[in-house]
Protein backbone atom coordinates (compact mmCIF):
# COMPACT_ATOMS: atom_id res chain seq x y z
CA UNK A 1 0.00 0.00 0.00
CA UNK A 2 1.61 3.33 -0.93
CA UNK A 3 1.79 6.38 1.55
CA UNK A 4 -1.01 8.60 0.11
CA UNK A 5 -0.48 12.14 1.18
CA UNK A 6 -3.77 14.41 1.82
CA UNK A 7 -1.64 16.81 0.04
CA UNK A 8 -1.10 15.41 -3.14
CA UNK A 9 -3.86 14.60 -5.73
CA UNK A 10 -4.66 11.37 -7.12
CA UNK A 11 -5.01 11.20 -10.99
CA UNK A 12 -8.35 11.50 -11.91
CA UNK A 13 -9.03 13.32 -8.89
CA UNK A 14 -9.57 16.65 -10.61
CA UNK A 15 -11.59 15.40 -13.60
CA UNK A 16 -13.80 13.64 -11.45
CA UNK A 17 -14.39 16.65 -9.23
CA UNK A 18 -15.29 19.07 -12.15
CA UNK A 19 -17.59 16.38 -13.48
CA UNK A 20 -19.29 16.57 -10.05
CA UNK A 21 -19.56 20.59 -10.48
CA UNK A 22 -20.79 20.35 -13.86
CA UNK A 23 -23.60 17.58 -12.99
CA UNK A 24 -24.24 19.46 -9.61
CA UNK A 25 -25.04 22.28 -11.53
CA UNK A 26 -27.29 20.39 -14.30
CA UNK A 27 -29.43 18.75 -11.31
CA UNK A 28 -29.69 22.82 -9.66
CA UNK A 29 -30.89 24.33 -12.89
CA UNK A 30 -33.66 20.73 -13.31
CA UNK A 31 -34.40 21.40 -9.60
CA UNK A 32 -35.12 25.82 -10.28
CA UNK A 33 -37.47 24.17 -13.17
CA UNK A 34 -39.84 22.28 -10.95
CA UNK A 35 -41.50 25.32 -9.49
CA UNK A 36 -38.29 27.87 -9.18
CA UNK A 37 -37.76 29.52 -6.21
CA UNK A 38 -41.41 31.09 -5.08
CA UNK A 39 -41.87 30.24 -1.61
CA UNK A 40 -39.83 27.50 1.12
CA UNK A 41 -43.14 25.28 1.03
CA UNK A 42 -42.99 25.37 -2.86
CA UNK A 43 -42.03 21.92 -4.78
CA UNK A 44 -39.00 22.55 -6.03
CA UNK A 45 -37.83 23.81 -3.06
CA UNK A 46 -36.28 20.95 -1.11
CA UNK A 47 -34.91 19.42 -4.54
CA UNK A 48 -33.26 22.93 -4.38
CA UNK A 49 -31.97 23.13 -1.50
CA UNK A 50 -30.13 19.56 -1.92
CA UNK A 51 -28.53 20.10 -5.10
CA UNK A 52 -27.51 23.37 -4.00
CA UNK A 53 -25.98 21.91 -0.84
CA UNK A 54 -24.31 19.59 -3.40
CA UNK A 55 -23.02 21.73 -5.90
CA UNK A 56 -21.20 23.65 -3.16
CA UNK A 57 -19.77 20.96 -1.68
CA UNK A 58 -18.51 19.93 -5.41
CA UNK A 59 -17.04 22.67 -5.88
CA UNK A 60 -15.22 23.19 -2.88
CA UNK A 61 -14.06 19.80 -3.50
CA UNK A 62 -12.89 20.68 -6.91
CA UNK A 63 -11.30 23.91 -5.96
CA UNK A 64 -9.04 21.78 -2.90
CA UNK A 65 -8.48 19.24 -5.75
CA UNK A 66 -6.95 21.70 -8.21
CA UNK A 67 -4.62 23.17 -5.62
CA UNK A 68 -3.09 20.27 -4.96
CA UNK A 69 -0.16 18.99 -7.06
CA UNK A 70 -0.77 15.70 -8.69
CA UNK A 71 0.99 12.42 -7.13
CA UNK A 72 3.71 11.47 -9.43
CA UNK A 73 3.93 7.68 -7.95
CA UNK A 74 0.15 6.78 -9.42
CA UNK A 75 -1.24 6.40 -12.67
CA UNK A 76 -4.44 5.65 -14.08
CA UNK A 77 -3.93 2.83 -15.28
CA UNK A 78 -2.61 1.18 -12.32
CA UNK A 79 -4.21 2.92 -9.20
CA UNK A 80 -7.41 4.16 -10.32
CA UNK A 81 -8.86 2.12 -13.67
CA UNK A 82 -7.34 -1.46 -13.11
CA UNK A 83 -8.05 -3.60 -15.63
CA UNK A 84 -10.49 -5.84 -13.41
CA UNK A 85 -12.79 -2.92 -12.99
CA UNK A 86 -12.31 -2.05 -16.72
CA UNK A 87 -13.70 -6.04 -17.86
CA UNK A 88 -16.55 -5.65 -15.08
CA UNK A 89 -17.69 -2.53 -16.76
CA UNK A 90 -17.48 -4.03 -19.72
CA UNK A 91 -19.46 -7.48 -18.41
CA UNK A 92 -22.28 -4.93 -17.04
CA UNK A 93 -22.53 -3.07 -20.61
CA UNK A 94 -22.99 -6.38 -22.38
CA UNK A 95 -25.49 -7.34 -20.05
CA UNK A 96 -27.28 -4.38 -20.25
CA UNK A 97 -27.69 -4.83 -24.03
CA UNK A 98 -27.82 -8.67 -24.35
CA UNK A 99 -30.92 -8.77 -21.73
CA UNK A 100 -33.83 -7.98 -23.79
CA UNK A 101 -32.51 -10.18 -27.01
CA UNK A 102 -31.04 -13.35 -24.89
CA UNK A 103 -33.67 -13.04 -21.80
CA UNK A 104 -32.67 -12.91 -18.28
CA UNK A 105 -31.61 -16.66 -17.31
CA UNK A 106 -29.31 -16.93 -20.29
CA UNK A 107 -28.08 -13.77 -20.00
CA UNK A 108 -27.16 -13.20 -16.23
CA UNK A 109 -25.69 -17.14 -16.46
CA UNK A 110 -23.01 -15.89 -18.63
CA UNK A 111 -22.52 -12.64 -17.09
CA UNK A 112 -22.31 -14.96 -13.34
CA UNK A 113 -19.90 -17.15 -14.80
CA UNK A 114 -17.51 -14.52 -16.30
CA UNK A 115 -17.66 -12.45 -13.50
CA UNK A 116 -17.15 -15.29 -10.76
CA UNK A 117 -14.57 -16.52 -12.76
CA UNK A 118 -12.61 -12.98 -13.34
CA UNK A 119 -13.06 -11.93 -9.62
CA UNK A 120 -12.81 -15.52 -7.47
CA UNK A 121 -9.57 -16.39 -9.59
CA UNK A 122 -10.97 -19.66 -8.96
CA UNK A 123 -12.39 -22.18 -12.42
CA UNK A 124 -14.59 -22.36 -14.43
CA UNK A 125 -16.01 -25.23 -12.79
CA UNK A 126 -16.66 -23.02 -9.57
CA UNK A 127 -17.37 -20.33 -11.44
CA UNK A 128 -20.27 -22.41 -13.22
CA UNK A 129 -21.52 -24.10 -10.49
CA UNK A 130 -22.00 -21.07 -8.01
CA UNK A 131 -23.84 -19.06 -10.69
CA UNK A 132 -25.93 -22.17 -11.69
CA UNK A 133 -27.04 -22.44 -7.93
CA UNK A 134 -27.09 -18.55 -7.26
CA UNK A 135 -29.39 -18.18 -10.53
CA UNK A 136 -31.92 -20.75 -10.05
CA UNK A 137 -32.12 -18.72 -6.20
CA UNK A 138 -32.60 -15.62 -7.89
CA UNK A 139 -34.94 -16.96 -10.37
CA UNK A 140 -37.29 -19.15 -7.58
CA UNK A 141 -37.81 -15.74 -5.20
CA UNK A 142 -37.89 -12.84 -7.63
CA UNK A 143 -39.83 -14.86 -10.81
CA UNK A 144 -42.00 -17.40 -8.80
CA UNK A 145 -41.84 -16.06 -5.00
CA UNK A 146 -42.53 -12.33 -5.93
CA UNK A 147 -43.87 -12.94 -9.91
CA UNK A 148 -41.59 -10.52 -10.69
CA UNK A 149 -41.42 -10.23 -14.56
CA UNK A 150 -38.15 -10.28 -16.54
CA UNK A 151 -37.45 -10.65 -20.16
CA UNK A 152 -37.62 -14.29 -21.39
CA UNK A 153 -35.97 -14.50 -24.62
CA UNK A 154 -34.54 -17.82 -25.40
CA UNK A 155 -36.09 -19.45 -22.62
CA UNK A 156 -39.21 -20.59 -22.63
CA UNK A 157 -40.16 -19.55 -18.89
CA UNK A 158 -44.02 -19.58 -19.35
CA UNK A 159 -43.81 -23.49 -19.87
CA UNK A 160 -41.14 -24.26 -17.23
CA UNK A 161 -43.77 -22.12 -14.53
CA UNK A 162 -46.96 -24.16 -15.95
CA UNK A 163 -44.52 -27.21 -15.06
CA UNK A 164 -43.63 -26.48 -11.63
CA UNK A 165 -47.31 -25.23 -11.11
CA UNK A 166 -48.85 -28.25 -12.45
CA UNK A 167 -46.03 -30.40 -10.24
CA UNK A 168 -47.20 -28.89 -7.52
CA UNK A 169 -51.13 -28.99 -7.75
CA UNK A 170 -51.76 -25.84 -9.67
CA UNK A 171 -50.73 -23.57 -6.47
Known amino acids: MRDQSP ?12 VMVGLSAVLLWSAHGISGFE ?25 RALRQPLDPTQSVRRDVLPGRILVMAALLLAY ?17 TLSIR ?3 GRGWRFAALT ?5 IAIWLIFRIVFTVLMPSGLVPE ?7 RDLFGGA
Open 158 to 164: AQFIQML
Open 39 to 63: ALSAPGSVPMAATAVMFCAAAAIAI
Open 96 to 112: ALLLEPLGFLPTSALFL
Open 118 to 120: LLS
Open 7 to 18: SRRRPGEALFAL
Open 131 to 135: SLGSL
